[in-house]
């Protein structure tokens, strides 16, 4: 069966001991795991939506914040990095039920050694929810929480490079609930079904199992080191060209730019538009202590996966960034736009999606 075979090798990918490939996508993983862990209205501690985390990290639109008392950590206000002591003495007051290790906007790694101590000490669950940073988890290029959380969530369609869907990885004994009727894997089992879903949606099992089975062979480490090598030459670029981002730099395979300094505070969709005219395509996205809106922040997130598939590496990330840059300080310009377009479908032509097809023009 396709779900036996994505299990199989999303166990040896991940080295976890339970797999459940049904979710179906990243938020209904989490919902899964809320549902098989917590009561409503129990107090759980994710990263502020701003800074990082993922909605369903506890933001209060979204039912992880509505249904759950949900206690943030968040970076600190100068280096905009998270302080682990911090996060600590926090999650000691406040006793949490659970605490979510997992970034949707942070730059950097997270220490999920770190993490699992704090739970540790605080009593608490440890889910990491690795979305979009899975693969380099996988291969090594990241450290791993799967070792280490009692559940770790992610989807399967960021770095992993497959076909969009969810999957919870997680221990088969519970910490807390050694001699329950159920183990933690029969939990989160049943917590997906009957507890949330439906039937299986067996033809993207089927493309999970494919994606698992990419990833399992060497070139696809190849592909994860790539990603952040190319992330580092673009944080360089985009940098020297008077640009500032969260964090001062990236780790993984992601950045935030701060518009704040080019006197672009609340304008990241207007950025976000022109860069699109431009052909290139990125988020606008919050910065931490955001000074503006969610719906007219004050960044842009970009990231390298999907260039590093088309085989780009630095020196074409060179000429991406300088792209970026000409782009954000003349992000009104028609005429620059369309100059910055015309050079990135030249270079795109190089570096075809599909091998052998011609570039969309
Ligand atoms: C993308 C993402 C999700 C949600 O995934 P969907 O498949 O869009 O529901 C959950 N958590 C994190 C950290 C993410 O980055």
């Known amino acids: 069966m396709a779900e036996d075979l994505a299990i199989e090798r999303a166990k040896k990918l991940f080295g976890a001991e339970h797999v459940n490939v049904q979710p179906y ?17 129990d107090t759980f501690m994710g990263f502020d939506l701003s800074a990082g985390g993922h909605l369903t990290h506890g933001s209060p639109v979204n039912f992880s914040g509505k249904q759950y008392n949900c206690v943030a950590y968040n970076v600190e206000k100068g280096s905009e990095l998270l302080d682990y002591d911090k996060i600590k003495k926090q999650a000691m007051t406040v006793k949490p039920k659970l605490i979510l290790s997992g970034l949707t906007a942070y730059p950097r790694k997270l220490d999920f050694k770190a993490f699992q101590e704090i739970c540790d000490e605080a009593g608490a669950y440890h889910m990491s929810d690795i979305a979009h940073i899975a693969g380099l988890c996988a291969t090594g290029v990241h450290e791993s929480p799967v070792p280490l959380a009692d559940v770790v969530t992610t989807t399967t369609h960021k770095t992993l490079r497959g076909p969009r869907g969810g999957m919870i990885m997680c221990k088969i ?4 609930d050694r001699n329950g009727k159920k183990n933690l894997a029969q939990k989160i089992d049943s917590a997906v079904f009957p507890g949330l879903q439906g039937g299986p949606h067996d033809h993207v099992n089927a493309a999970k199992a494919v994606a698992f089975g ?3 062979k060497p070139g696809y480490r190849d592909y994860c080191k790539q990603i952040v090598k190319n992330a580092k030459a673009l944080a360089e670029t985009l940098m020297d060209k008077g640009l500032e981002l969260v964090t001062g730099g990236t780790d993984n395979h992601l950045m935030v730019i701060k518009l704040v300094n080019k006197g672009l505070t609340g304008k990241g969709k207007e950025v976000q538009n022109a860069l699109d005219g431009a052909g290139i395509t990125v988020n606008k996205n919050t910065i931490p202590y955001e000074p503006a809106t969610p719906f007219n922040p004050s960044g842009i997130r970009l990231g390298t996966p999907a260039i590093t598939t088309r085989g780009m590496k630095e020196s074409e990330m060179k000429v991406i960034g300088e792209c970026i840059a000409k782009v954000i300080d ?7 736009i369309e100059r910055v377009k015309s050079d990135i479908l030249e270079l795109c032509k190089d570096f075809q999606l599909y091998p052998g097809m011609e570039v969309l023009r």
């Open 214 to 216: 990419e990833a399992l």
């Open 25 to 41: 996508s990243g938020s209904p993983a989490n919902q899964a795991v809320f549902f098989a862990l917590l009561n409503l209205g």
């Open 330 to 336: 003349n992000y009104t310009d028609k005429r620059v």
């Open 173 to 176: 004994e519970d910490k807390f």
